[in-house]
């Protein structure tokens, strides 16, 4: 009887199908790293007015080339920026009994600080020649400062910190009708102490 030398064919239909499979499996598991960076909106190409304002409602920090910080024309260390941020911005300087008072306020109500955290502006000014990673830790800490006060109203007003109000309206497993009350809540908290920093030319008010 004649051997049959013919190599049998292997059916690869299903090797292929477990393939897609797989393929799937792997697409709706896998995590997607993102790159984390500063929440910022940038500048209009288009040339922007300058700001106008009351000096006293100005917080001014200058970068260097030399990574040292001046605040309020004064040399001051990294670490002690956000506590003078949040006196900045938490002073309300109006007197009691004025349209613009801060009921919520809890600074020193220093006349010749900041009037209201709604009128209050931080105005940062980076040299080109400053390290990146300094001028990110100096957004850093401002951006701790408004959350710091922002999230001490947010525990008054609703028993919980604004950061994680924020966290958890942005959890894509949280209900809509949880998101809708947190989005309100955030926007009232945001109302209160309104993220004004400004990289902007400014005119002061005379």
Known sequence: MARNNEIPEVN???MADIAFLLLIFFLVTATIQTDMGLDRKLPSKEPTPPITFNERNVFRIVLNKNDELMVESKVMQLKDLRNAAIAFLDNGGEV???KNH???CMGARNPKS???PKEAIISLNSDREATYGTYVAVQ???TAAYNELRNRESQ???NMDFVEMEKRYYDVETPPEIKRELK????AIRDLFPL???EAQTNQVK
Do not use: P, T, V
Not at 184 to 187: A, G, P, R, T, V
């Open 196 to 198: 004004q920093l400004s």
């Open 114 to 116: 900041s009037d209201h």
């Open 184 to 187: 309100e809540h955030i926007l």
């Open 12 to 14: 690869a239909g299903s």
């Open 102 to 104: 801060c009921s919520y």
């Open 140 to 142: 850093n800490e401002l």
């Open 156 to 158: 008054r007003l609703f």
């Open 96 to 98: 009691k009994g004025n």
